[in-house]
């Protein structure tokens, strides 16, 4: 990380602990950031990569933007397909246009395996579509829901433990720890089997080896000794234990994508369901075997989430409330909602609702329309792209653009110019606004719509700490909110499996929806837009086909909004607003203030896919057959 101070500039490149490259500039006075900038140095180009290609192996390109938060970006894909092709058919339903049915002898062998033809038909009927033909099947549903809801559960923890809790955890202090009385603090704590003095006093003498061979492996490269740190001994080897448990964790849950999906990362998808057929009976497939493995899973993932997620971040938030009043910056939050009850066509059906809350004003939520251009834009004042009708207006993502146009200096540089063009991303805004999105957002959406679980669990976690409802507009606040929406999924996750099981022992065991995959029955040109709620916030995927190949494609994802940098109107994004925000730090040679703020929003820049060297010129060119 190069951490340097000149004429009142401290720039952090890059900042650790995350995925992708993130470089902060900021403005200081003093000691304190009077402004920031926010600068992704990685380019996407998947957009540029997707198009005119088929809508149906969208998923399995766009899902491989990032390898850390797997899944979300083909789900997104996947449901941007499928709302394309739904809409072309209400559309041609008013219209009476007849669609031809394909029967079940039409579906696909398998993902990706539609052939040169495309399709395999087999008509039976023609007619105008129900919304019941139109549906996806309710076992995929509740498949993609618990698909989902695992991705949560293992991204928040796996966040706080290896790239959050270090920022508050100092490992060297764990050193100076007395293991009985961190036994005992871990008994008052919970439950959790693993907490013998025996237990801590071996984590100690690990430690101890690491620090004493002047190598610290994965805890190096950290400001260990900072005054920032103001946990006891004793807390911190409690928080250093459950770090490597935490590993040892990871690996049972992922193979709830692998039951499912086949792998991880980077599950199987298929537009129209999901491709895992049900088959109690069967070898492969969703079989007795594999419902076993799940409930294992989910039983697992709740235990460590009561046990030690939950209670470590509680515990460790009471040593630094004065963080509930630093870091938020905006307070604009914007949530797509998403694990529907019944369909994404929905909304009032999701356990994470849909809206805007403007201002920290929770008494109102603010509707959004996915599709209207007047609300969701893309601005690029300050990015490195060129839009054809001039950088000035903003784009809505169905007409938007990706043409690169690198303007920034010559590398090796000092420092960028933020007057001008300063980053990668792009700056979306809601209604002209700059949001917040991610767990901080959805929890207090679900505050404000007066959800009782959502409510239950805050008041507590406040109460516990004597904390009002106003610091969670923070970095602490964001950190706790992501541990309180992980409870919450965690405790739905078994009534999804619950609802699979008992659609199952009732003979209903479909899973895909064939009709989908018949480009025969697919409009000349549609459009649709697909989102979900990725663990770090609003993901959306807008596509524009015609004659079945895909003519546009728009990615806005969470990072984007959060990282992004200012806008013609000098709006600062959510991460430039939050450092903005009461930050003052101790030393800028170790800016650990910096880093926990930025972690907090769990960045990932992991987007890059074009290699450039320093006239702009690609180096590096993947092809894929």
């Known amino acids: ?91 041609n339903a008013k219209l009476g246009v007849a669609i031809g049915k394909p029967s079940m002898t039409s579906m696909p062998k398998g993902p990706m395996q539609h052939g040169k033809k495309g399709h395999r038909q087999s008509r039976t009927s023609i007619g105008v579509l129900s919304e019941a033909e139109m549906a996806i099947p309710q076992n995929a549903q509740l498949i993609r829901n618990i698909m989902i809801a695992t991705q949560y559960v293992h991204d928040h923890v796996m966040h706080f433990y290896h790239l959050h809790a270090l920022d508050w955890v100092d490992v060297v202090s764990a050193l100076d720890a007395d293991p009985t009385r961190t036994a005992a603090l871990a008994g008052q704590l919970s439950d959790y089997p693993r907490s013998s003095p025996g237990y801590f006093k071996d984590m100690k003498q690990k430690v101890k080896t690491l620090v004493e061979s002047g190598q610290l492996g994965i805890f190096s490269n950290a400001y260990w000794g900072h005054p920032g740190y103001k946990l006891p001994p004793e807390v911190n080897l409690m928080a250093l234990a459950h770090y490597l448990d935490a590993l040892t964790w990871q690996r049972e849950v992922v193979k709830v994508h692998t039951i499912f999906g086949g792998k991880n990362p980077h599950p199987n998808f298929v537009v129209g369901g999901v491709p895992s057929p049900i088959n109690l009976n069967a070898s492969t497939g969703i079989n007795t075997s594999r419902l076993v493995q799940l409930q294992d899973a989910i039983t697992q993932m709740k235990s460590f989430v009561d046990q030690v997620y939950y209670p470590d971040i509680v515990a460790i938030a009471g040593y630094y409330k004065e963080w509930g009043t630093r870091g938020e910056g905006l307070g604009n939050f914007l949530t797509y909602g998403d694990l529907p009850m ?126 009002e409802t106003s610091a969670l507009f923070s970095t602490l606040g964001r950190t706790l909110a992501r541990a309180v929406e992980t409870k919450i999924v965690v405790n739905q996750l078994q009534s999804w499996y619950d609802q ?111 290699v450039m060297d320093e006239t702009g010129e690609e180096r590096l060119r993947l092809k894929v057959r």
């Not at 699979?500 to 549609?526: E, H, R, S, V």
């Not at 770090?536 to 015609?546: D, E, F, K, S, T």
């Not at 994004?573 to 926990?596: N, S, V």
Request: contains cysteine; hydrophobic residues 35%; proline residues 6%.
């Open 1 to 91: 990380m190069e951490n340097t101070a000149s004429n009142n500039r401290l720039v952090v490149d890059p900042i650790t602990r995350i995925e992708g490259h993130l470089r902060i500039e900021a403005e200081m006075d003093g000691n304190t950031i009077k402004q920031a900038f926010s600068s992704g140095t990685s380019v996407r180009g998947i957009e540029l990569i997707l198009q005119g290609r088929d809508p149906r192996d969208a998923w399995a390109f766009a899902q491989r933007i990032c390898g850390v938060c797997t899944l979300v970006h083909g789900m997104a894909s996947v449901r941007a397909v499928e709302d394309a092709i739904r809409k072309a058919w209400r559309s």
């Open 342 to 467: 019944t369909s994404m066509d929905d909304p009032d059906s999701f356990l994470f609702p849909r809206g805007a809350i403007l201002g920290r004003d929770l008494s109102k939520v603010h509707d959004l329309d996915l599709d209207d251009p007047s609300e969701i834009q893309e601005f690029v004042s300050s990015s490195w792209y060129r839009y054809s009708g001039g950088n000035a207006s903003g784009l809505h993502p169905f007409n938007g653009q990706t043409t690169l146009e690198y303007t920034g200096p010559k590398p090796p540089y000092k420092h960028l110019n933020v007057g001008a063009e300063y980053s990668w991303l792009k700056s979306p805004r809601w209604k002209g606004h700059a949001m917040e999105v991610g767990p901080l957002a959805r929890v207090l959406m679900m505050y404000a719509k007066k959800d009782a679980a959502a409510q239950d669990i805050v008041n507590r976690s406040l109460s516990i700490l004597d904390l």
């Open 500 to 610: 699979l099981l008992d659609n199952i022992a009732k003979g209903d065991t479909d899973t895909f929806n064939p009709l989908y995959f018949d480009p025969t029955n697919w409009p000349i040109k549609g459009q649709g837009v697909g989102v979900m709620e990725a663990p770090r916030g609003a993901l959306g995927h807008w596509l524009v086909m015609q004659n079945g190949k895909i003519e546009n494609y728009q990615c806005v994802v969470p990072t984007t909004w959060n990282a992004g940098p200012r806008d013609p109107n000098s709006q600062a994004g959510a991460y430039e607003a939050a450092l903005q925000d009461k930050h003052t730090l101790h030393d800028p040679d170790q800016p650990l203030e910096i880093l926990r703020t930025l972690h907090s929003f769990d960045p990932c820049l992991a987007c890059a896919v074009h």
